[in-house]
């Protein structure tokens, strides 16, 4: 037969969960502020304590996970491991993609120092041999009416920073073609203005976005 009551402090802590009615009643009133402070710090004690534990058991899991993960990525010296079969497979392609490792920064110019307005935009391509070329843009408004031909949007809004990112990024697909498509020797030769890689993007229609 099951029991229809039970005892309290079969769930709950007397003194920190509960008190009966008649001895919280005869307590004073320092006692009782005291008692419900104790209470409230005592629920969220277990409650912080319950979350505690959950992160614990998360923490650990994550630790077994992380250990998992770390011997399966390894070392490129290990074959079975993906850093091994990575740097295997990287191997027989490694003078074609060097070609394609070059970096594009854009700088500012300005006629006067002190006005800085509608400055020049200039590009350093640097190749994985280091060799290295200048290359003048134009000015902003050059730019932006370029910008617009290629991608039919408004680049009014923009200013140097924006301009400056959407250079670089125009420049590195322009070059990763021209490269592909001859080589590092005939790209140091030629001038590429940004009229070049305008009729190139045009010519390409979206196709240059994937490079």
């Known amino acids: 037969m099951s029991r229809l ?3 309290r402090c079969e769930s709950e802590v007397f003194f920190k969960d509960y008190l009966p009615d008649e001895f919280f009643i005869n307590l004073s009133d320092e006692q ?13 004690f277990l409650e912080k304590s319950k979350e505690l534990a959950i992160l614990k058991k998360e923490i650990i899991e994550k630790r077994k996970k992380l250990k998992k993960l770390t011997a399966n990525i390894g070392n490129k010296n290990l074959k079975n491991s993906i850093k091994g079969k990575l740097s295997m497979n990287t191997q027989p392609l490694k003078s074609l993609s060097k070609l394609f490792e070059f970096s594009v920064s854009v700088g500012l110019r ?4 002190k006005n800085k307005k509608n400055p020049k935009f ?9 060799n290295f070329k200048n290359i003048y843009v134009g000015r902003p ?5 370029s910008l617009f031909k290629i991608r039919n949007f408004s680049f009014e809004n923009y ?19 021209f490269v592909w498509k001859n080589n590092w020797k005939i790209f140091f030769n030629q001038k590429h203005q940004l ?6 993007c045009l010519s390409m ?4 976005l994937r490079w």
């Open 122 to 130: 200039y590009l350093r391509v640097k190749s994985h041999d280091n």
């Open 110 to 113: 300005y006629h006067n120092s």
């Open 205 to 208: 229609s979206n196709e240059f």
């Open 5 to 7: 009551l039970k005892y």
């Open 195 to 200: 009229n070049d890689v305008e009729q190139w």
């Open 32 to 44: 009782r502020i005291s008692f419900r402070k104790l209470r409230e710090n005592h629920i969220l």
């Open 159 to 177: 200013n140097n920073d924006d301009l400056k990112l959407e250079i670089r990024l125009l420049y590195t697909v322009y070059i990763r073609y």
């Open 141 to 145: 408004n050059d730019i932006k009416k």
